[in-house]
């Protein structure tokens, strides 16, 4: 996981995906790119890529996002952002749908700047996929198709047109979110508690033993708030029921175990990368989290 794999790589471990060769600017502003995914790796490696990716998943397989995996036993629209390390484990033979993969600057021109990380599909720790229906399934297949076809046209306007297919991509999934996952927050505790779980999750995935974790206790996360903590913590219990102590505690044992997992940094190094000044600590406290040892994790990742 110490690696982000770049589009350039992406393209050299998968050249069928980019047969003709498009460059980084293909779209004017940003790079997008549409092609079919039948010739589906059996194992991606785990890793962040540095562009954003939507799949439409017609095949059984795994999916390890984060510090998870997820069963894809049906069709499935599947969501991938820069923030979040993820690999896709193949368990079907037949790999069938599409993928898109495009940078940030080719959803928005500056006026639109925010889009994908005010979109929910796209917001940190939120689910990235989402199960499709019959009518679903049909209706998507359509839209990919029209994207196949209109990456290899000559219209000079396609990367327009592609743009709102994707657009159209996104809109489809949201519709399929429960309505009570966009409801807003409107009391002070709710807020304050959101910009904490939003600012908590921004601190993850580490990338290396040297990029340390920056935001350890709850008075880092006051201070990054311009809140004074006896009222973060207040606010982050009335709203969740737990303090801001634990979910910093549940939110670092679940790295440690991703990075105990798909990493071979030893222990040492994954104790300083979460911020622990002595190994000792390091495992003191995730014995307490988790019952284990990380020795006796990695051990089992082995």
């Known amino acids: 996981m ?5 589009i350039q790589e992406f393209y050299r471990r998968v050249p069928h995906a980019n047969p003709a ?20 790796y059996k194992k991606t490696p785990y890793s962040r890529r540095d562009f954003y990716k939507v799949s439409f998943i017609i095949g059984t397989g795994r999916l390890h996002y984060a510090d998870k995996w997820i069963e894809i036993d049906r069709p499935a629209l599947l969501f991938s952002n820069p923030v979040v390390p993820y690999s896709w484990e193949a368990i079907s033979e037949s790999q069938l749908g599409w993928f898109t993969l495009f940078t940030e600057t080719f959803v928005h021109p500056a006026e639109r700047k925010d889009f994908l990380q005010d ?3 796209f917001k940190i720790g939120a ?3 989402y199960f499709v229906n019959e009518k679903q399934q049909k209706e998507l297949s359509m839209i990919f198709g029209k994207m196949m076809t209109e990456i290899e046209s000559d219209y000079p306007h396609k990367y327009g047109m592609l743009r709102n297919y994707l657009h159209l991509i996104i809109h489809e999934a949201m519709k399929m979110q429960p309505a009570e996952t966009f ?5 002070a505790s709710a807020r304050i508690t959101s910009l904490f779980m939003e600012l908590l999750e921004r601190q993850f995935p580490i990338d290396t033993p040297e990029n340390a974790l920056r935001l350890k206790t709850a ?12 009222h973060l913590n ?4 009335e709203i969740t029921g737990k303090t801001t102590t634990e979910h910093i505690s ?13 990493t071979n940094w030893n222990v040492s190094e994954i104790a300083y990368s979460l911020g622990f000044e002595y190994p000792a600590y390091f495992n003191i406290f995730f014995k307490k989290q988790t019952g284990l040892t990380p020795g006796n994790v990695r051990a089992r990742a082995v």
Not at 2 to 6: F, K
Not at 183 to 187: D, F, K, L, S
Not at 234 to 237: I, L, P, W
């Open 2 to 6: 110490s690696h982000t794999e770049s």
């Open 21 to 40: 060769d498009l460059s980084l600017n293909n779209a004017g502003i940003g790079h997008f790119n549409v092609f079919e995914r039948n010739s589906c």
């Open 119 to 121: 979109s929910p599909l």
């Open 127 to 129: 689910n990235p996929v």
């Open 183 to 187: 409801e807003r927050q409107t009391n």
């Open 219 to 230: 008075n880092d996360y006051a201070q990054s708030l311009s809140v004074h903590a006896n």
């Open 234 to 237: 207040r606010s982050v219990k």
């Open 250 to 262: 549940a939110r670092i044992t679940k790295e440690a175990q991703a990075l105990l997992n798909h």
